[in-house]
């Protein structure tokens, strides 16, 4: 759900999902989004695509971003995506980041993943693109 | 939720097991939206039933995996539990990290489990401002427990008593000499202590040195707390980390102090909202009138005292109030 209300700061779930022990990219953009004044829920590494959906059904959150080097993304992400989708949650934007190739990208984003970060992305193009996801102005 | 009706709609979803409607509604109490006050009103009258237990202390000592392994104690036996855990927003940005999710290990498919993160919002002593409310939401929606974790700050997390019947402080080894113990703040918050990390060694002497203190006089209208030793790491201790609460829970009943504690607090609460509108009321009234304005300019020059002003203040809110 968009959020209309500035008052109201921005919820985002910020997930590693599936088996992968890098979460320094996942840290350095919960930072960033938390300085730009969102609500970061931190649910950390090895997280199941059931467990980041359910996370994200309770905290109410109005965004998910995943982080992944490990390369499962093709088989985590559309998982997490049905999820939604079964959940009658798919109003909640999801956006990705990590070592991801543009082959796969471009599938990604058919299935639904808004934005995918790679490597070098600036912060200031993530904490923008994350905001207008969430206001639904994107 | 935009009417009355729709609140009453929503109201009956949380009743019946609605995660998402809870979830919806627990945003709208955290913003302020001005339907949940009707939500709340609707579902207060089923509220007073889940156990409600606060879990403070400083940062780091252990909290959330406490929660995480006290959780999976109250499934085995069969209790639902909610869990709210506060932390603190940045009062630069505003923004914060909820990091407490992270200790959280629990079937995904367990419906019986309810996990918030909340943050302050510029709330001090531990809690945000809508914690009590959002806790009235997770029991109407029929938890057994509901569990809530106050921001790691230390020795000033007061709020938790206005919300829990029982309140646990943890601690952990070497946190400091019996001095510390004696100080004001987090020891006159516990109902029980729990030393978590006790398999670290001077785990025995924390457990001494708080002895001392209830010895001392640490009782509270005849309730000496409880001194649990855990390691939440390995599961050892929670079982009689239960028990202490449960103990405390029934003292609570068994004195009549369950009734009593809840009367001061609905007292507190009725008076804190009363001061909260009187104070918008005194605020609006400051910007929008020209000549109390001119009261600051009195007082900046001395002619007037703070107080005098308040006292005229206060007044002129009290007539604007009473105008049909």
Not at chain 1, 63 to 72: E, F, P, Q, V
Not at chain 2, 122 to 140: H, K, N, P, S, Y
Request: glycine share 10%; with cysteine.
């Amino acid at each position: 759900m968009p959020k209309s209300a500035k008052s109201s700061p921005i919820r985002v779930l910020i997930a590693k999902p599936g088996l992968d022990g890098h979460d320094r990219g996942a840290k350095v953009v919960a930072r960033a989004l938390r300085d730009a004044g969102m609500e970061v829920i931190y649910a950390g590494l090895r997280q199941t695509p059931e467990e980041i959906v359910r996370a994200a059904v309770e905290e109410d959150v109005d965004l998910i971003g995943l982080s992944i080097l490990s390369g499962a993304h093709m088989a985590l992400f559309p998982r997490v995506l049905a999820l939604l989708k079964r959940g009658r949650a798919t109003a909640i934007p999801v956006f990705a980041g990590g070592i991801i190739p543009d082959e796969d990208a471009r599938r990604l984003r058919k299935l639904g993943v808004r934005a995918i970060f790679g490597p070098g992305t600036s912060l200031e193009t993530i904490v923008s693109t994350a905001r207008q996801l969430a206001r639904g102005t994107a | 939720m935009t009417s009355g009706r729709s609140a009453l709609a929503a109201a009956k979803a949380i009743v019946g097991g609605d995660r998402r409607a809870l979830a919806r509604a627990i945003s709208a109490v955290e913003n302020g939206d001005p339907e949940s006050g009707a939500l709340v009103r609707a579902l207060y009258p089923r509220t007073g039933r889940a156990r409600v237990i606060g879990i403070t202390g400083p940062l780091g000592v252990g909290k959330s995996s406490v929660i995480n392994a006290l959780v999976r104690h109250l499934r085995a036996v069969g209790s639902s539990v909610a869990i709210v855990a506060v932390d603190p927003s940045s009062p630069f940005s505003g923004g914060s990290v909820l990091g407490d999710r992270i200790r959280f290990e629990r079937d995904a498919t367990d419906a019986a489990v309810f996990f918030r993160s909340m943050a302050s919002r510029g709330e001090e002593g531990g809690v945000a401002a809508t914690t009590r409310e959002v806790v009235r939401l997770l029991d109407a929606a029929g938890f057994d427990v509901v569990v809530v974790e106050t921001v790691g700050s230390g020795q000033v997390d007061l709020a938790i008593r206005e919300i829990a019947s029982t309140s646990v402080v943890v601690l952990v080894p070497h946190l400091g000499d019996e001095v510390q113990t004696l100080k004001a703040g987090l020891f006159e918050i516990a109902d029980v202590f729990c030393v978590n990390k006790s398999d670290l060694p001077g785990a025995d002497l924390a457990r001494k040195d708080l002895s001392e203190l209830v010895g001392l006089g640490g009782q509270r209208d005849g309730w000496a707390p409880a001194i649990v030793l855990t390691s939440a790491l390995s599961g050892t201790g929670i079982v009689e980390l239960w028990g202490a609460v449960e103990a405390h829970e029934r003292f609570l009943d068994r004195s009549g102090q369950r009734a009593a504690a809840q009367r001061r607090r609905i007292a507190h609460e009725i008076v804190g909202l009363v001061r909260e509108r009187v104070g918008r009321e005194v605020e609006d009234r400051l910007e929008r009138d020209p000549e109390l304005r001119r009261l600051l300019d009195e007082v900046a020059a001395r002619r007037l005292d703070p107080r005098a002003a308040a006292d005229r203040l206060f007044e002129a809110a009290g007539r604007r109030r009473r105008r049909p």
